[in-house]
């Protein structure tokens, strides 16, 4: 997780084949989501 300036947060998954590469990535607009993860948790 990258959490730079006025960015709340990037987090980039790779799976990686001889043959193939799937990328999962996700961008937080708000720390909102962030907080509210670890209340739960």
Same mark, same amino acid.
């Given at each position: 997780? @990258?959490?730079?300036?006025?960015?709340?947060? @990037?987090?980039?998954?790779?799976?990686? +084949?001889?043959?193939?590469? @799937?990328?999962?990535?996700?961008?937080?607009? +708000?720390?909102?989501?962030?907080?509210?993860?670890? @209340?739960?948790?």
């Amino acid at each position: 997780a @990258i959490r730079e300036g006025e960015v709340p947060g @990037i987090h980039t998954v790779k799976y990686k +084949s001889e043959v193939d590469e @799937i990328t999962i990535h996700h961008s937080a607009k +708000s720390r909102d989501g962030l907080a509210l993860g670890a @209340i739960i948790a």
